[in-house]
């Protein structure tokens, strides 16, 4: 097992070129909130956007609509049951991200089935929170084509592996994983990255981020990590990033909020970045 160092982040975020524009920085879909947790969706939207995502779409409940044009102006927002235009925001992403908050009800269901069957090759889909216990619970098969990046917790992963907590040592959970043909981040206290070419381990975090959000936060993070930069780097840089922002705020504070993280995102990136 490898572990991530701080060096990540100078190999992977890079500066941006002068003439570059918002279409060069990638095209993100968000797919979750339901009536209960709205809030899921708008902290992984925020952390995508700040996270440099060039174009952010979130696909969510209406009600969810005026929280997230008053917290985040700068995503764009489809009701989640208008399907002509749900369809056309997840064609034209390059990054989708479906699951928090979205629910375990029969609708969130349809929806996602819906994702999964307009996916396309080259695509990359993070399946996060309630998509993973969905494909859990309905034994789903996912398309081949689009790059696969899940990102349970240990129950979630439990579901999914049908692996008992105690039992996802690192060989059992590589197994499970080459079967899902996808790359796992498996969130815990040291969280673990499932690549192809090997296992890499997070050094860093802090029990201040124990607090609900902190995964939706990550999973924005990572889709907009994804959408920029080179997929595997990409990924281990966001999880560092993620929890290298939380321990220094968790030296301040008793508990780090997902949403005090995601406003020191940017200028992090700013001064990690590489030429």
Same mark, same amino acid.
């Given at each position: 097992?490898e $572990?991530?160092?701080?060096?990540?982040?100078?190999? &992977?975020i890079r500066?941006?070129?002068?003439m570059?524009?918002?279409g060069?920085?990638?095209r993100?879909?968000? $797919?979750?909130?339901?009536?209960h947790?709205?809030?899921?969706? $708008?902290?992984a939207s925020?952390?995508?956007?700040?996270?440099? =995502?060039g174009?952010?779409?979130?696909? &969510?409940?209406?009600?969810?609509?005026?929280?997230?044009?008053?917290r985040?102006?700068?995503a764009m927002?489809v009701?989640?049951s208008? %399907?002509?235009?749900?369809t056309t925001s997840?064609?034209?992403? +390059?990054?989708? #991200? !479906?699951?928090?908050?979205?629910?375990?009800? &029969?609708? %969130?269901?349809? #929806?996602?089935? /819906?994702?999964?069957?307009?996916?396309?090759?080259?695509?990359?889909?993070l !399946?996060?929170?309630s =998509?993973?216990?969905?494909?859990?619970?309905? /034994?789903l +098969?996912? *398309?081949?084509? *689009?790059t696969?990046i899940?990102?349970p917790?240990?129950k979630?992963?439990e579901?999914l592996?049908?692996?008992?907590?105690?039992?996802q040592?690192r060989?059992s959970n590589r197994l499970?994983?080459?079967?899902l043909?996808g790359?796992?981040?498996?969130?815990?206290?040291?969280?673990?990255v499932?690549?192809?070419?090997?296992?890499?381990?997070?050094?860093?975090g802090?029990? =201040?981020?124990?607090?609900?959000?902190?995964?939706? +936060?990550?999973?924005g993070?990572i889709?907009?990590?994804?959408?920029?930069?080179?997929?595997?780097?990409?990924?281990? =840089?966001a999880?560092y990033?993620h %929890?290298?922002?939380?321990? /220094?705020?968790?030296?301040a504070?008793?508990?780090?909020?997902? %949403?005090?993280l $995601?406003?020191?995102i940017?200028?992090?990136?700013?001064?990690?970045e590489g030429?």
């Amino acid at each position: 097992m490898e $572990i991530i160092s701080e060096e990540i982040l100078g190999q &992977t975020i890079r500066a941006r070129e002068p003439m570059s524009h918002k279409g060069n920085y990638g095209r993100v879909c968000l $797919i979750g909130g339901d009536q209960h947790y709205g809030g899921a969706i $708008i902290l992984a939207s925020q952390a995508a956007v700040h996270s440099g =995502a060039g174009l952010v779409t979130t696909a &969510t409940m209406k009600v969810n609509h005026g929280p997230l044009h008053a917290r985040l102006p700068e995503a764009m927002v489809v009701d989640w049951s208008e %399907s002509d235009r749900l369809t056309t925001s997840i064609q034209q992403a +390059t990054v989708i #991200l !479906i699951g928090p908050g979205l629910g375990l009800a &029969t609708d %969130s269901l349809t #929806l996602l089935k /819906r994702t999964l069957m307009l996916l396309t090759k080259g695509q990359i889909c993070l !399946i996060d929170g309630s =998509a993973i216990t969905l494909i859990a619970d309905y /034994r789903l +098969t996912l *398309p081949d084509g *689009p790059t696969y990046i899940f990102t349970p917790h240990e129950k979630e992963w439990e579901r999914l592996s049908g692996l008992l907590i105690e039992n996802q040592d690192r060989e059992s959970n590589r197994l499970s994983v080459n079967q899902l043909k996808g790359i796992v981040v498996l969130k815990k206290h040291r969280t673990e990255v499932y690549l192809a070419d090997g296992i890499w381990q997070n050094p860093l975090g802090t029990a =201040a981020m124990a607090t609900g959000g902190m995964g939706d +936060t990550l999973a924005g993070m990572i889709a907009g990590f994804v959408a920029q930069f080179p997929l595997n780097n990409a990924i281990l =840089a966001a999880v560092y990033l993620h %929890s290298y922002i939380g321990e /220094r705020l968790g030296k301040a504070h008793y508990v780090v909020l997902p %949403s005090e993280l $995601i406003t020191h995102i940017s200028s992090l990136m700013k001064r990690f970045e590489g030429n």
